[in-house]
């Protein structure tokens, strides 16, 4: 199975074009979509899971037209979106019915066995008489995996699941979805580097509506190794290094901004090098449309 997306564009009608030729191949397992604020992500997701068009390109799953048959592709999705409003008086167990009633799960009991199972992969049995607007955001978030995966989806997009989650629900939350990776396409968009590097098998790293990098994590650091330095500057110092360098990111520690930087030639000995990481990656390939240390 694989979603193959080709020359996708969109402008919206402000002029903003949030969707500039976007090609890219999504394979089974788990896809990261890195890409900061605005780069287009969510236009994305929303044109997969069939709920905005596009003004041009085509995206295929698995013999699919998904922008013309989009009845076939809503059979096979689960879409938990970045807004993921709750009733909040709605009990977990109910809402989940509900939802499994609307995906066309017609028999009451296939029903409770499913919204009974779903509830406990997620860890939310024992608090399925809980009103959602009592939910912590983990459990929201978890909710929503579990609604997603209601009708054994054949690709599932998570839009950002992770922000304003602490670590251990984090931590939980990638579990939940590394489990689901397996036979399925998971796409993740996210603007975190670390949960494209916990997670996922292929990436791609989109920028003001374009792919700039896609491949596997590891393709990524190959791109970078060998040209990553580190070094601790004063903080006043920084427009200076910026004018002479190539500089990726910076990092405050101890007081003292640590800079990235980029180089194809060796620099000197009060330059650290560093074995470049999947942030690097992210910043230097995103340095080629925006500045990565202002945005
Ligand atoms: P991301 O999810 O990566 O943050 P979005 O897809 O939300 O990016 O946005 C891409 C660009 O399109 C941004 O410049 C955003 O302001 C703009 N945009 C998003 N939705 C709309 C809309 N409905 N109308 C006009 N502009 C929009």
Do not use: W
Not at 58 to 82: A, F, H, N, T
Not at 145 to 162: F, H, R, W
Not at 252 to 257: A, S, T
Not at 263 to 292: C, H, M, Q, T, W
Request: glycine letters at 10%.
């Amino acid at each position: 199975m694989e979603l193959l997306i080709k020359n996708l564009s969109k402008t919206y009608s402000n002029g903003v074009k949030a969707l500039n030729d976007i090609s890219l191949t999504i394979p089974q397992g788990m896809f990261g979509l890195l890409g900061p604020n605005g780069a287009g992500k969510s236009t994305l997701m929303r044109t997969i899971a069939t709920l905005q068009d596009a003004d041009s390109g085509s995206i295929q799953l698995d013999g699919i037209d998904v922008l013309k048959d989009k009845q076939s592709v809503r059979e096979r999705l689960g879409y938990l979106p970045q807004d993921f409003g709750l009733y909040p008086r709605i009990n977990a167990e109910t809402m989940l019915d509900h939802i499994a009633q609307m995906k066309g799960i017609g028999s009451k009991s296939d029903r409770k066995e499913l919204v009974a199972s779903l509830l406990q992969k997620v860890n939310l049995f024992k608090d399925r008489k809980k009103g959602l607007g009592t939910f912590s955001g983990g459990m929201r978030q978890r909710f929503g995996i579990a609604q997603a995966l209601v009708g054994n989806p054949s690709l599932i997009i998570v839009d950002e699941p992770t922000a304003g989650l602490d670590p251990s629900e984090r931590n939980r939350f990638y579990n939940l979805l590394s489990e689901i990776g397996e036979n399925t396409i998971v796409i993740l968009s996210t603007h975190i580097v670390e949960d494209v590097n916990t997670l996922c098998s292929n990436m791609a790293i989109i920028c003001s509506g374009e792919v700039l990098m896609q491949g596997k994590p590891k393709d990524g650091l190959a791109m970078v190794q060998g040209k990553i330095y580190q070094k601790a500057i004063e903080k006043s110092e920084l427009d200076h290094y910026r004018k002479d360098y190539h500089v990726i990111s910076t990092k405050l520690i101890g007081g003292k901004l640590s800079l990235r930087i980029e180089s194809e030639e060796r620099l000197g000995n009060d330059f650290e090098p560093v074995a470049g990481d999947l942030e690097d990656v992210y910043f230097s390939v995103i340095s080629k449309k925006v500045d990565p240390i202002t945005i």
